[in-house]
Antibody, heavy 119, light 110 residues
């Protein structure tokens, strides 16, 4: 059974870099046609797609965040990661790691982790 | 920039039928957008209800159905129950690996 678990620091200071890791079990991040996403949700607001890394390592980013986002993968640990630089209060959100498959909007969601931004 | 639009809120009576919609500020929704619907209750992660326009995820009751209505994607709940009171988020594939969410609809059952 697929499980996705986000992990990272409990608090990030403004102007610093937010770093999160998603540990995947029940699937390999190298499985063909599987795609691995980061999606966030500020408190009381809607969902925002941040970006995706494919099974082959190709990345896709939300144009509004592209200049600050890096998504990478570590196949040896079956993990993928998010780095978001120069954070502000607007980046405070619950961050979800998600899997979807090619040509499908069938998302498998992690439980999410709240990342506060505060000095 | 194209924006995905949803009704901010909707209400339905228990046992009633409600249709939520998801559109684009520019152009019509089609199956090539792989429309999907995700249900979220407070404090919980979303879960996928419907994907690729009309495919129900495993374990989703058949009172939930998806379709394209006119130029929008639609989620219909037939025979609404109290525990259907949730936020419903739609998302579209916009090509080139990009996905865009709507703002979500808060559904009240009363």
């Amino acid at each position: 059974q697929l499980q996705l678990q986000e992990s990272g620091p409990g608090l990030v200071k403004p102007s610093e870099t937010l770093s999160l890791t998603c540990t995947v079990s029940g699937d390999s991040i190298s499985t063909s046609s599987h795609y691995w996403d980061w999606i966030r949700q500020p408190p009381g607001k809607g969902l925002e797609w941040i970006g995706t890394i494919s099974y082959s390592g190709t990345t896709y980013y939300n144009p509004s965040l592209k200049s600050r986002v890096t998504i990478s993968a570590d196949t040896s640990k079956n993990q993928f990661s998010l780095r978001l630089s120069s954070v502000t209060a607007a980046d405070m959100a619950v961050y979800y790691c998600v899997r979807h498959t090619s040509s499908s909007g069938n998302f498998n969601w992690g439980q999410g982790t709240l990342v506060p931004v505060s000095s | 920039q194209t924006v995905v639009t949803q009704e901010p809120s909707f209400s339905v009576s228990p046992g009633g039928t409600v249709t939520l919609t998801c559109g684009l500020t520019s152009g019509s929704v089609s199956t090539t957008h792989f429309p999907s619907w995700h249900q979220q209750t407070p404090g919980q992660a979303p879960r996928t209800l419907i994907y690729n326009t009309n495919i129900r995820s495993s374990g989703v009751p058949d009172r939930f159905s998806g379709s394209i209505l006119g130029n929008k994607a639609a989620l219909t709940i037939t025979g609404a129950q109290a525990d259907d009171e949730s936020d419903y988020h739609c998302v579209f594939y916009m090509g080139s690996g990009l996905w865009v969410f709507g703002g979500g609809t808060k559904l009240t059952v009363l």
